[in-house]
């Protein structure tokens, strides 16, 4: 008997048959606790259903209990590869509330720690997207230096992932002589790191046929989703909080926004590893003009005062009491404010009714938003090519969930 | 006169929807506009497409419940990248029966904001096209960031707190 030979492994259409493949939630390649069920055509994905929640903490519950020192570290665990940025999102947005005038010297050093943390978060994104192609080396590499951005928290606030870093109203001490180095050997030495990792992946034949057109997502649609951050950029729109509502002194600094054009994989590999070089610019620059000052505001409500104080003098010990039990009231007032965080828009809407803790806190979670995108990214494709969209997307599962 | 750009976008929404609109302040510069719940929708998509306010930006959806007002609010953030200008819009439900209609077909994004207002407030959003729980797990009976439910379970002996104002 004759067959056609365009029908061989084919099954007629109307016979067509489905299998679904449970993709985690704890699957090494996901980097987190991610569970999409996938309605699969062979290698192709034809749906897919994600189901998110597996690390959820309540955090906007458990902030209307806490005082709001006492919220920051619930902060650190929301993106926890630049915990600072969130932590500094956040007490600036409590500053927000009170009115607060913070010291030049304070923007700049937040805007050098927000930087480093950026720098850390896009390298792991990018690292794992290079592990996700089949180039370990690369990565390796990078953790070096992420590590040594690890130390300069140390050195500054004692912490290392989960930093807690600052306080309300700036930093409990100055950076020490020994920070100082630490960020001096980074700044020296992650440049040559960075450009040799570049190097091995920019115009490496397999990553490109790996990367590019995978993954793509055009400007219009991720508009359409809220996309923010590196993300929204890859796909050619210039939008970042950074420039759009500058905080911290951020209008001081030269730095230019990357964008991409496909909103591929390869786009958004290579706007991250442009936010970098230009992050590097702006800790460069924050470090030559950075002017001398207090580290800290005036906001002896808020600001933990020196030990030698709390016992000699009597106002200190009171306000050491009060922001220990957390008995400070803070004034009415619904306040939105955002910051530009490793992954996008991190927002806090907060409301006051004047109380002790917040009557409510909503945090604007780029990665959350987003992600909702996924299934859509990545209709048609193939599973290793999910991996590497879901990798490159970079989702935070503690931001993802809360 | 010249209008500021906030008045601008009052005076468009005024043009008309002037009986919805309910309170207008700008709390910290953040315009934010109460209005009645039954136009929201047709509201955001006229805020949307409005060349004169062209809020095109989704930024956020969140749920905050008043219990002495025995009512939830549905707060809505908008943002116009071009100008650089945002809107906050309020809406005030009774909390027996939270019910509104979704803003899926304008916004992409909100499928999950929304959710997740389902999820801790039980604001029912009509036409939603997968209104189901997303954080919390599917058997879940409560709606839990609402103030009847304590964070800590309270038939517990063993802890005083009342040293500590809590």
């Known amino acids: 008997m004759d067959m056609d030979e365009s029908l061989i492994g084919q099954a007629p259409p109307e016979e067509k048959q489905y299998s679904y493949l449970n993709l985690g ?15 699969m055509d062979g290698e192709i994905i034809v749906e897919a259903e994600p189901t998110i929640g597996y690390i959820h903490r309540a955090f906007e519950k458990l902030a209307e209990r806490r005082p709001y020192a006492q919220i920051t570290p619930l902060t650190d665990r929301l993106n926890y590869c630049s915990a600072p940025i969130n932590n500094i999102g956040w007490h600036m947005t409590v500053e927000k509330l009170l009115g607060t005038e913070i010291p030049k010297r304070v923007q700049y050093l937040r805007v050098i720690i927000m930087e480093l943390a950026r720098i850390t978060d896009h390298l792991i994104c990018n690292a794992v997207i290079g592990v996700d192609t089949g180039a370990l080396t690369g990565f390796v590499y990078l953790f070096q230096q992420r590590e040594l951005v690890y130390e300069i928290y140390e050195e500054i606030c004692g912490a290392r992932l989960t930093t807690n870093i600052g306080r309300i109203g700036g930093f409990e001490r100055d950076f020490s002589p020994k920070a100082w180095a630490k960020i001096h050997q980074f700044l020296k030495e992650f440049p ?3 450009k040799e990792f570049e190097n091995l992946l920019k115009r490496n034949r397999i990553f490109m046929d790996r990367t590019i057109g995978v993954g793509g997502i055009s400007d219009e649609r991720a508009l359409n989703y809220s996309f923010s ?11 970042d909080v950074r420039v759009a509502a500058p905080y ?3 209008e001081d600094f030269d730095f230019i926004i990357p964008i991409g054009s496909n909103g591929d994989v390869y786009d958004r590999f290579m706007v991250r590893q442009e936010e970098m070089w230009q992050s590097l610019r702006i800790i460069k620059q924050a470090i030559d003009k950075l002017p001398d000052g207090p580290f800290h505001a005036k906001v002896p409500e808020f600001y933990l005062p020196p030990k030698e104080e709390v016992y000699n003098n009597m106002e200190a010990l009171i306000y050491h009491f009060k922001i220990v039990m957390g008995e400070t009231d803070i004034p009415k007032g619904e306040v939105y404010h955002c910051v530009e965080g490793g992954n996008g828009e991190l927002g806090f809407y907060l409301i006051s009714d004047g109380g002790r803790t917040p009557f409510r806190l909503q945090f604007r979670r780029p990665c959350f938003i987003y992600y909702q995108a996924y299934p859509e990214m990545i209709k048609g494709s193939m599973l290793s090519d999910a991996i590497l969209t879901m990798s490159s997307m970079n989702v935070i599962a503690g931001e993802l969930d809360a | 006169m010249e209008f500021s750009a906030e008045d601008k976008v009052i005076n468009t929404l005024k043009e008309k929807y002037e009986g919805d609109v309910l309170h207008i302040e700008s ?4 315009l934010t506009i109460t209005l009645k719940k039954e136009r929201i929708v047709e509201i955001i998509k006229y805020l949307y497409s409005h060349p004169e306010t062209g809020f095109k930006y989704l930024t956020s959806i969140g749920g905050v419940h008043y219990p002495e007002l025995n009512q939830i609010a549905v707060v809505y953030q908008l943002h116009n990248l071009i100008a650089n200008l945002r809107v906050r819009l309020k809406i005030y439900l009774p909390v027996e029966n939270p019910v509104t209609e979704t803003i899926t077909s304008i916004f992409a994004g909100a499928n999950w904001m929304e959710r997740e207002t389902y999820d801790f407030y039980g604001v029912n959003f009509i036409g ?6 997303i954080l919390n797990v599917d058997d879940m009976i409560i709606f839990p960031m609402r103030k009847e439910y304590p964070l800590e379970d ?4 063993d802890k005083n707190d009342s040293m500590f104002g809590r």
């Open chain 2, 154 to 157: 309270q038939t517990r002996e």
């Open chain 2, 128 to 133: 939603h096209p997968n209104l189901k729980r």
């Open chain 2, 27 to 30: 709390p910290y510069n953040f």
């Open chain 1, 25 to 39: 939630p704890t699957h090494p390649a996901t980097h987190g606790i991610f569970q999409n069920v996938l309605k």
């Open chain 1, 229 to 239: 951050g590196p993300n929204l950029r890859a796909a050619g729109v210039d939008y």
């Open chain 1, 248 to 250: 911290s002194s951020y």
């Open chain 1, 192 to 194: 040559v790191i960075l």
